[in-house]
């Protein structure tokens, strides 16, 4: 029988009316997601209490232990399972004072695994990366920097957002703005190569020539917020300033003034530290050997406390367990949940959970992945699974309209080759779906930056994701099959040519040693 494949706006049919009457269980789910939610205590005790979770910190496992004991508290049995090691690393304080020309204190802080300053910290001259005629020029001019900080990402023409611009100037100005910043950005690229080394290795460069420390500042397009990512110096620190402090210092050096500021950057190395997954079941009773997984990954980067990355996925997928033992205790598939280790440096932590359980892979119903922020659900893909219109769509139906009407959806869609962990799984032939949410400037404001804590959640999203997920778990349990793993030749985007299903990959489970 030929198959038909949906796409467009919504599941057609199956969703244009009302829900369904509830059975018993989802009312329960429904009532005990609004009136008895705990998931701004579990924020609060993951994002306050704990902090931000970059693997191979003590905060990392900390997070780990956490887990472990509060599902303890539910009944639900978990545990931390290791699959690799990762270098150790504890982020200290980072105190930024520019003493000349005058005295003010910045806004900045280390990147990760930086090297720390020296105990006190140290005071040097603040010099911009200046223009060479080719690498040979830029090796005469090395020896230079012996003791100074230097600058080495290019200044920001404006400290305003384009939705800025776009709503108070002119049309003209707007458009001079962007070419002129676009001037900007490619000088510096070019700046940069002049010198023979790139993003990685310019750093190292500059510390092998006496360097007292780099400085960086890699704004990410929205009031306040920047990007913190890793640091590739081996011996000095690298740190990151605000836009607006970075700028400062950048137009002072460069007309002649010659900042300086005092950097005291404290962090230490810790040694090789264990990389868990933390695993939580409730137990099947006529199908045990038969799964329905939940998804999120544990770690972060710490800019800030990893709140809306991803945090939020985490406590969804916690609040979805408390809820079903509660209700649900007795399930008829097994339902686990994956809160996966390092996933910001390459997935690493589901891959592993995959090449490590291959037995498994078979048994898995279907996978819920949520990791894109803080948002109400708004997009589900297919993965290129053929029938998966058919049983998303009556799963879906038993969520209340208010939950489905906006979410878009696209059938059988295309295989996640990356992006989230339910692509480990997707590669290993599992029906894994990401529930992707909302926007609310999660790429600008949030997405890996210092502005990602407690206050950008949205909680009233969080719960209607909880309703959700929960729903379809328990409809996946209680499906009297397995769904169908039929999946579609993938499509190249680009070319429109067909093109090969993702295969899994291993994970670096030896990580920054």
């Known amino acids: 029988m030929k198959k038909i494949y949906f796409y467009g706006l919504g599941l057609l049919l199956m969703l244009a009316g009302t829900a369904q009457a509830q059975d018993p269980v989802i009312e329960a789910?429904?009532?005990?997601?609004?009136?008895?939610?705990?998931?701004?205590?579990?924020?609060?005790?993951?994002?306050?209490?704990?902090?931000?979770?970059?693997?191979?910190?003590?905060?990392?496992?900390?997070?780990?232990?956490?887990?472990?004991?509060?599902?303890?508290?539910?009944?639900?049995?978990?545990?931390?399972?290791?699959?690799?090691e990762w270098r150790g690393w504890e982020r200290g304080i980072t105190h930024i004072d520019m003493v000349a020309p005058w005295t003010r204190s910045l806004s900045g802080m280390q990147l990760a695994w930086s090297p720390a300053s020296p105990k006190g910290g140290v005071i040097g001259e603040v010099v911009v990366l200046p223009e060479f005629a080719d690498s040979v020029a830029f090796q005469k001019w090395l020896p230079s920097v012996k003791g100074k900080y230097v600058m080495i990402s290019a200044p920001q023409?404006?400290?305003?957002?384009?939705?800025?611009?776009?709503?108070?100037?002119?049309?003209?100005?707007?458009?001079a703005m962007k070419e002129e910043r676009s001037e900007i950005e490619k000088e510096w690229m070019e700046r940069t190569q002049k010198t023979g080394k790139n993003r990685s290795t310019l750093p190292i460069a500059l510390e092998?020539?006496?360097?007292?420390?780099?400085?960086?500042?890699?704004?990410?397009?929205?009031f306040g917020a920047n990007k913190i990512f890793s640091a590739s110096t081996k011996k000095v620190p690298t740190v990151d300033l605000s836009l607006e402090d970075y700028g400062m210092l950048?137009?002072?050096?460069?007309?002649?003034?010659?900042?300086?500021?005092?950097?005291?950057?404290?962090?230490?190395?810790?040694?090789?530290?264990?990389?868990?997954?933390?695993?939580?079941?409730?137990?099947?009773?006529?199908?045990?050997?038969?799964?329905?997984?939940?998804?999120?990954?544990?770690?972060?980067?710490?800019?800030?406390?990893?709140?809306?990355?991803?945090?939020?996925?985490?406590?969804?997928?916690?609040e979805v367990m408390r809820i079903l033992k509660k209700v649900y205790p007795n399930p008829k598939r097994t339902i686990l949940v994956g809160h996966w280790g390092s996933e910001e440096q390459g997935l690493n932590g589901s891959r592993a959970f995959v090449e490590d359980h291959p037995e498994m892979m078979e048994k898995i119903q279907v996978l819920f992945n949520q990791d894109n922020g803080t948002g109400r659900v708004a997009n589900l893909s297919g993965q290129g699974f053929v029938d998966s219109y058919e049983y998303l769509g009556r799963w879906m139906n038993k969520v209340p309209r208010e939950i489905t009407k906006d979410i878009e959806t696209s059938f059988p869609g295309n295989p996640g080759g990356g992006g989230s962990d339910y692509a480990s799984f997707v590669a290993a032939g599992v029906p894994a779906f990401n529930l992707s949410s909302l926007s609310w400037d999660y790429g600008t404001q949030t997405w890996h930056t210092n502005m990602d804590t407690y206050d950008k959640v949205v909680f009233e999203d969080v719960k209607s994701n909880a309703?959700?997920?929960?729903?379809?778990?328990?409809?996946?349990?209680?499906?009297?099959?397995m769904v169908s793993r039929e999946v579609r030749v993938p499509l190249d985007f680009r070319s429109g040519e067909p093109t090969s299903w993702p295969t899994p990959r291993s994970p670096n489970r030896k990580g920054g040693l």
């Open 157 to 175: 023409l404006t400290g305003r957002p384009d939705y800025n611009w776009e709503k108070w100037a002119t049309e003209s100005s707007f458009e």
């Open 467 to 481: 309703i959700l997920a929960a729903i379809m778990v328990y409809m996946a349990c209680e499906e009297e099959n």
């Open 29 to 84: 789910i429904i009532k005990e997601a609004n009136e008895n939610s705990q998931l701004e205590n579990l924020a609060h005790e993951l994002l306050d209490g704990i902090g931000p979770r970059l693997v191979g910190s003590p905060q990392m496992q900390k997070a780990h232990d956490w887990a472990v004991q509060q599902y303890g508290t539910w009944g639900i049995e978990a545990h931390n399972e290791k699959w690799g």
């Open 208 to 222: 092998e020539a006496g360097a007292a420390g780099i400085i960086t500042s890699y704004w990410s397009r929205a």
């Open 250 to 318: 950048f137009r002072l050096a460069e007309s002649g003034k010659k900042p300086q500021i005092h950097l005291n950057a404290q962090s230490k190395e810790t040694g090789v530290q264990p990389t868990q997954n933390t695993i939580a079941q409730i137990k099947g009773t006529e199908k045990p050997e038969e799964y329905v997984m939940l998804s999120a990954h544990f770690d972060s980067w710490d800019g800030g406390t990893g709140a809306t990355d991803n945090g939020t996925g985490t406590i969804l997928m916690m």
